[in-house]
């Protein structure tokens, strides 16, 4: 079992910055590939991000957010971020963290565990 809560999201101007967290609970978080994955009004749930859980921490980026996302993670922490650099109206989304031991099933939005969610709004 992993249980995912996030946070660090909020109210903030284009070309602003934030950094969320997604903390982590469960032994076997350290096998599990993480990702964050956004959500708009009256739109589909979209991928953002996704890394995996080897030494070599790959990451994977949507087209839309690349360059200006970064995502990381602490396994000693059970932590996993997203800095966000540069932001856009079109960040305003809300945003979840997902865990699944498969890189390719995070990326495909099928993750076995997903967070609660935390409001960004970027106001142009």
């Known amino acids: 079992q992993v249980q995912l809560v996030e946070s660090g999201g909020g109210l903030v101007q284009a070309g602003a910055s934030l950094r969320l967290s997604c903390a982590a609970s469960?032994?076997?978080?350290?096998?599990?590939?993480m990702g964050w994955f956004r959500q708009a009004p009256e739109k589909e749930r979209e991928f953002v991000a996704a890394?995996?859980?080897?030494?070599?921490?790959?990451?994977y980026y949507a087209d839309s957010v690349k360059g200006r996302f970064t995502i990381s993670r602490d396994n000693a922490k059970k932590m996993v971020y997203l800095q966000m650099n540069s932001l856009k109206s079109e960040d305003t989304a809300v945003y979840y963290c997902?865990?699944?031991?498969?890189?390719?099933?995070?990326?495909?939005?099928?993750?076995?565990?997903w967070g609660q969610g935390t409001q960004v709004t970027v106001s142009s």
């Open positions: 469960g032994r076997t978080f350290n096998t599990y590939a």
């Open positions: 890394i995996s859980w080897t030494s070599y921490r790959t990451t």
């Open positions: 997902a865990a699944d031991p498969v890189l390719g099933t995070v990326r495909a939005g099928r993750s076995e565990y």
